[in-house]
């Protein structure tokens, strides 16, 4: 794809957009030489310039070309694009959102719905809101006990609870009602 460009010395620049976000996008684009970069990344056959604000979300990334009967096409799987990865020293309230992003939401997107966190209180409480297909579900007790406490406080251990600060009385974009 490099050679097709007919530039010398192009490179590839990898970025997200919104990182950190529900909205990340992990993004390709060539590189030309003297355009603004960040941090160099020298491979055997290619130069991969990588932005220094997404770094942290660009851990564990894997860009991988998947052949197929067109030709094939360019991947790139970044799992810490909406959150970077966080460890045991890492703020509560990121390691907080690690969990929803990268464990609870995606479960719960099935259904159209989502959980964000509104705030750390400061007896260790996470204070959560459902959205879209999850606020006024007539089963979000369930998720709220059974799958989104109980992977928060077996993740985080250190968490006193949870409290739901959703209006459930809202069915307008329930999964269930």
Same mark, same amino acid.
């Given at each position: 794809?490099?050679?097709?460009?007919?530039?010398?010395?192009?490179?590839?620049?990898?970025?997200?957009?919104?990182?950190?976000?529900?909205?990340?996008?992990?993004?390709?684009?060539?590189?030309?030489?003297?355009?603004?970069?960040?941090?160099?990344?020298?491979?055997?056959?290619?130069?991969?310039?990588?932005?220094?604000?997404? #770094?942290?979300? *660009?851990? /564990?990334?894997?860009?991988?070309?998947? +052949?197929?009967?067109? $030709?094939? %096409?360019?991947?790139?799987?970044?799992?810490?694009?909406?959150?970077?990865?966080?460890?045991?020293?890492?703020?509560?309230?990121?390691?907080?959102?690690?969990?929803?992003?990268?464990?609870?939401?995606?479960?719960?997107?099935?259904?159209?719905?989502?959980?964000? #966190?509104?705030? *750390?209180? /400061?007896?260790?409480?996470?204070?959560? +809101?459902?959205?879209? $297909?999850? %606020?006024?579900?007539?089963?979000?007790?369930?998720?709220?006990?059974?799958?989104?406490?109980?992977?928060?406080?077996?993740?985080?251990?250190?968490?006193?609870?949870?409290?739901?600060?959703?209006?459930?009385?809202?069915?307008?974009?329930?999964?269930?009602?």
């Amino acid at each position: 794809m490099l050679e097709k460009q007919n530039v010398e010395g192009i490179a590839v620049r990898i970025f997200i957009t919104q990182p950190g976000t529900p909205y990340a996008e992990t993004c390709l684009a060539y590189c030309r030489p003297g355009e603004p970069t960040d941090v160099l990344l020298e491979l055997e056959k290619i130069n991969v310039y990588l932005d220094k604000n997404s #770094l942290a979300f *660009l851990e /564990e990334a894997v860009v991988d070309f998947n +052949a197929d009967r067109m $030709g094939g %096409q360019l991947t790139i799987k970044a799992p810490n694009a909406k959150m970077p990865k966080v460890n045991a020293n890492s703020p509560l309230e990121d390691r907080i959102n690690y969990v929803l992003y990268s464990e609870i939401n995606p479960g719960l997107a099935a259904h159209g719905g989502e959980i964000k #966190l509104v705030e *750390l209180t /400061e007896q260790q409480y996470a204070v959560l +809101a459902f959205g879209g $297909g999850c %606020q006024g579900c007539a089963a979000v007790d369930l998720t709220l006990k059974d799958g989104v406490e109980k992977t928060l406080m077996e993740r985080i251990p250190e968490l006193a609870g949870i409290r739901d600060v959703t209006d459930h009385s809202d069915t307008t974009n329930a999964y269930y009602r």
